[in-house]
């Protein structure tokens, strides 16, 4: 089912945590809903799952209007960060809750509730109460319980949070397949990125100011709207260099360690205004000095991570930058180098706002005039 | 924990020592006092050492008390009988009222939840007297007076402050998120307090309940005012002993005895749900 928010507000007291959300979710889409705590992620979640009301605006799912439908009637499958398992009930009694609300024949329940539990490898620990599972087993029956029902919109909030870092990691193999099986449109709260990443086919990045982008994985990371997402995504973090766009011999150029890095045309039109200039450190590579667009650096310190080297240099002006390049692929580690990057993978932002500033097809002559 | 000095751990043992004694020595002399004749109570100086006699408790059990005056009857059984039907009866009303009461107040915000909440505690704040004096009145124009059903009424003033707001915070301490995620899973708000706020809040409403019932026995003023002889608990029952001929020792302690069998059994019965954690481990702190 699709879900429809428009200018959603709410307020707890004085505290304003949404002031006018809009978002769209298709059918079947997932959509991850990512940003710090404080953001009101699960706010928005437990909005739409009817357990608190909006001060303002409307929550529409498959365009119905969804203002005093009681939650019990909304059909909606949600896990809680917390797990929120109900103590006094063993895991069985735990995942069977949305089948008994239902009415389901004993057989069919206990059907279902094995075939879920399989599915997320806790059978074995069906008639144990929540105190006696393990975190992780705790996650999976909170998981499974709202799988169980097989609603048409699940609501995921942030539940690898507090499990260790071996099944979270497991799990954000498993999850993908598992959501895409059930046939559900899912909103999932994180603050991983990767899990953003992993999961989402689309992200909403949310902060407390509100929605600031919402987009495919790729766009997000390569488009980010602004430097504070930028930041958030990719691991070393983007470099953020200080720039002044300026006209070099017929190219809109940066200069990034006193050498003219080229930027792409449509650029053009900012030159000489205040910018950052945002490199991924997988876009940039070692070269061999004196080949085209090549900077001078000095490698600082290498870092071998498992899949990737990652390099910490400095550019001449005393800047740091940082390079990452796949494990086993040869590079400098000391001394003198020399990098280049993509121009089309340079994004360039506004140094007052933080904005990204998008790149604009039009005539060159017009922009140098 | 921290090494602690033979003096320090002498002195915590001698404290220990003098508080127990002074909570104890009243009930385990009371206790002896049961089994002794009024002679050997009275007896200077008073010894530990005596022939010990149940004649208290028999003239207790039969209602026939001997004093030198004669034979008196008592209806002690049927004090003891109207205590535990009072008590019993006023904690179970006052569940049944004060545990949704107390659920409302802890869950639903309303326009003056606090104001009302607070007005049922402030009946514990004014003496029992000052609302006495206008119940009797009405008791006797409504023909309640001397009658359970009113007693158990007027109870309600001890029973129900006590019910709510204990139970209100038991309530209150269930996370949100656990009714939250059954109301999801597809259940109604009374199916959640059934079988999700209820349970789990139930070492709250088993505490509330035993020490409102405490409370309720233990009533003096209210039954001694509203209620005869064949009403009264044995609060108001212990009177009788106070007879022409002095006052009966033994039989006044055997009644005590008596008396505090019944609430000293709850507790401890009741103990392991005071006890027991609330939560059980569901939510991740």
């Known amino acids: 089912m699709s879900i429809e928010l428009s200018n959603i507000r709410k307020a707890f007291k004085a505290n304003t945590v949404l002031a006018d959300v809009s978002l769209s979710i298709a059918k079947g889409e997932t959509l991850v809903l990512f940003g710090p705590s404080g953001a009101g992620k699960t706010v928005l979640l437990r909005l739409i799952a009817g357990v608190i009301e909006p001060d303002a605006g409307q929550i529409r799912v498959n365009g119905r209007d969804m203002a005093g439908v009681e939650p019990e009637d909304r059909g909606i499958g949600m896990a809680f960060q917390n797990f929120a398992l109900f103590p006094h009930m063993d895991a069985f009694a735990n995942i069977a809750a949305p089948l008994t609300a239902r009415r389901q024949s004993k057989s069919v329940m206990k059907e279902t509730v094995e075939k879920v539990a399989r599915l997320l490898k806790i059978d074995h620990v069906l008639h144990h109460k929540p105190k006696e599972l393990s975190n992780g087993q705790k996650q999976r029956t909170a998981l499974a319980r709202a799988l169980s029902a097989a609603p048409s919109i699940l609501l995921l909030d942030d539940p690898l949070r507090n499990v260790d870092a071996k099944l979270r990691f497991e799990m954000r193999l498993e999850l993908p397949r598992l959501l895409k099986d059930q046939n559900a449109t899912v909103i999932y709260v994180t603050q991983d990125y990767k899990e953003a990443m992993a999961l989402g086919h689309r992200i909403a990045v949310m902060t407390a100011h509100g929605i600031q982008q919402v987009g495919t994985p790729e766009e997000i990371y390569l488009t980010p709207a602004n430097t504070d997402i930028a930041r958030l995504f990719g691991d070393p973090v983007i470099n953020l260099l200080d720039v002044r766009p300026e006209w070099q011999g017929g190219q809109v150029v940066a200069m990034v360690s006193d050498r003219p890095v080229r930027l792409l045309d449509q650029y053009t039109s900012q030159i000489g205004r205040d910018c950052i200039l945002g490199l991924r450190p997988e876009s940039l590579h070692f070269v061999a000095e004196g080949s085209p667009g090549a900077i001078p650096v000095e490698i600082e310190t290498e870092t071998p991570l498992n899949e990737k080297t990652v390099t910490l240099a400095l550019t001449l002006r005393g800047r740091e930058i940082m390079i990452s390049r796949p494990a086993g692929t040869p590079g400098p580690a000391s001394g003198q180098a020399h990098i280049a990057l993509n121009a089309a993978s340079a994004v360039l932002f506004d140094r007052a706002t933080g904005q990204r500033i998008a790149p604009v097809r039009h005539s060159m002559n017009e922009a140098v005039a | ?285």
């Open chain 2, 1 to 285: 924990m921290d090494t602690v000095s033979p003096i320090e751990r002498f002195l915590r043992g001698t404290a220990i020592t003098l508080v127990c004694l002074f909570f104890m020595f009243p009930i385990i002399w009371i206790f002896l006092m049961s089994f002794q004749s009024n002679e050997t109570i009275l007896r200077v100086p008073p010894s530990v050492v005596f022939s010990p006699t149940l004649e208290n408790y028999t003239a207790l059990i039969t209602g026939k008390l001997e004093t030198q005056a004669g034979s008196l009857d008592i209806d002690f059984m049927g004090n003891l009988f109207n205590s535990l039907f009072l008590s019993t009866a006023s904690v179970l009303l006052g569940l049944v009222l004060g545990v949704p009461a107390a659920y409302a107040f802890a869950r639903l915000k309303f326009r003056g939840s606090e104001d009302i909440a607070f007005t049922l505690l402030s009946f514990r704040f004014a003496p029992p007297l000052l609302v006495l004096l206008p119940l009797t009145i009405y008791f006797q124009q409504l023909g309640l007076a001397n009658t359970y059903g009113g007693l158990i009424w007027v109870y309600q003033l001890i029973v129900l402050p006590l019910i709510l707001w204990i139970v209100r915070g038991y309530f209150e301490d269930i996370p949100a998120d656990i009714e939250y995620a059954y109301r999801i899973a597809g259940h109604d708000f009374w199916s959640t307090f059934w079988r999700i706020a209820l349970p789990l809040a139930g070492p709250g409403i088993a505490a509330a309940g035993l020490l409102s019932f405490i409370f309720a026995w233990n009533n003096f003023v209210f039954a001694l005012v509203l209620a005869s002889a064949d009403k009264q608990p044995v609060t108001v029952g212990a009177l009788a002993f106070v007879t022409a001929s002095g006052i009966q020792y033994g039989q006044v302690a055997a009644g005590i005895v008596l008396s505090i069998a019944p609430t000293f059994a709850l507790a401890v019965y009741a103990q392991r749900y005071l006890v027991e954690g609330l939560s059980l481990g569901a939510v991740k702190g």
